[in-house]
């Protein structure tokens, strides 16, 4: 997995929305690229300031990004933005109305 900017998630999300489905994971990043260590070993630092790590994966291309915490709120502005812009090709769901009556009654 490849780290990049920001702004590649905004164009791999742009090109899967032609063929193919994208996914995104956001979880706490303490810096840290090692696992934990044994017991009896000295325990990894604590980190003085936590960053988001995001993943997004479209078929076989793979992204992650290191997002600090100054620039969160500037990044899910834009990853909003994303979002609302891929959603007008969604289908309507149709609502049973017998279904609804049964409910009621």
């Known amino acids: 997995m490849v780290l990049l900017t920001n702004e590649e998630l905004t164009l791999l999300a742009q090109s899967a929305r032609k063929d193919s489905s994208f996914t995104v994971t956001i ?4 810096g840290h690229d090692r ?8 325990s990894l630092p604590t980190p003085a300031e936590y960053s988001c790590l995001i993943r997004a994966r479209s078929r ?3 992204l992650a990004t290191v997002v600090k915490r100054d620039e969160v709120a500037k990044f899910m502005e834009s990853y909003a933005k994303v979002l609302k812009s891929s959603m007008d090709g969604l289908k ?11 409910a009621q009654g």
């Open 35 to 42: 696992p934990k260590p044994r017991e009896g070993k000295p």
């Open 60 to 62: 076989s291309k793979k």
């Open 27 to 30: 979880k706490r990043y303490d």
């Open 92 to 102: 309507k769901v149709k609502k049973v109305k017998n279904k609804a009556k049964a």
